[in-house]
């Protein structure tokens, strides 16, 4: 069974300083992994894509890291904001099993950040 | 574009009425799905279409649940009888048609469902 699980399942950090969130997956076929950041109230938007050959990619204060061996990848948010405060989701796709048009996305339950001042 | 656009945000319903969700996604994206949200299980994928077709309805909980999408424009949820354990929040969200399945999903603002 495709599953994502996500650490910590929350996290409370001082505005300014860094934090990492991890993902770890069990997901067959993989196609890619994407980490969400979804804020209160609102639906997940796209931070970053990993396909399986990209190790690292950053989007500003977000660099994705991605170790298709162990099938782990980690979120690290430099000199965090206010604004950062949110949950973040890692979702990983498969390439589709049931025929032509298929497809699957697996969904973490996400790590819910809060930045404190 | 505006955007998936989802109604309406908030719906208070009695137990055993009839519910409705709607969606409009992006224009020219041929993939929509179905997810509902809690606390205590994430996001769970419910249904998804490509080209209008309905191809995976395994995560529908029960009969109680249908969903359709009658044009590339509109899909609509339906819960009847709606019971106080759907309280959730239901998104839609639609995905490009590039050759790269996997490519960025596109969520709505979601609707806020409490049955009472």
């Known amino acids: 069974k495709n599953q994502v699980e996500q650490s910590p399942q929350s996290l409370i950090i001082l505005e300014g300083k860094n934090c990492t969130l991890q993902c770890n997956y069990t997901v067959s076929p993989f196609s890619n992994l994407r980490w969400y950041k979804q804020d209160t109230g609102r639906g997940p938007v796209s931070l970053t894509i990993m396909t399986f050959s990209e190790n690292t990619k950053s989007n500003g204060r977000y660099t994705a890291t991605l170790d298709a061996d162990t099938k782990q990848s980690s979120l690290h948010i430099t000199a965090s904001q206010l604004s950062d405060s949110a949950s973040y989701i890692c979702v990983v796709s498969a390439r589709g099993l049931l025929g032509a048009g298929s497809y699957q996305l697996t969904f973490g339950k996400g790590t819910k950040l809060s930045v404190i001042p | 574009d505006a955007g998936v656009i989802q109604s309406p945000r908030h719906e208070v319903t009695e137990m055993g009425q009839e519910v409705t969700l709607r969606c409009k996604p992006i224009?020219?994206?041929?993939?929509l799905f179905w997810y509902r949200q809690t606390m205590m299980r994430g996001l769970e994928l419910l249904i998804y279409?490509?080209?209008?077709?309905?191809?995976?309805d395994s995560g529908m909980p029960e009969d109680r649940f249908s969903a359709k999408m009658p044009n590339a424009s509109f899909s609509t949820l339906k819960i009847q009888p709606s019971e106080p354990r759907d309280s959730a929040v239901y998104f839609c969200?639609?995905?490009?048609?590039?050759?790269?399945?996997?490519?960025?999903?596109?969520f709505g603002q979601g609707t806020r469902l409490t049955v009472v």
């Open positions: 969200a639609s995905i490009s048609p590039f050759g790269d399945l996997g490519t960025e999903a596109f």
């Open positions: 279409f490509n080209n209008n077709v309905p191809i995976d």
């Open positions: 224009s020219g994206h041929d993939y």
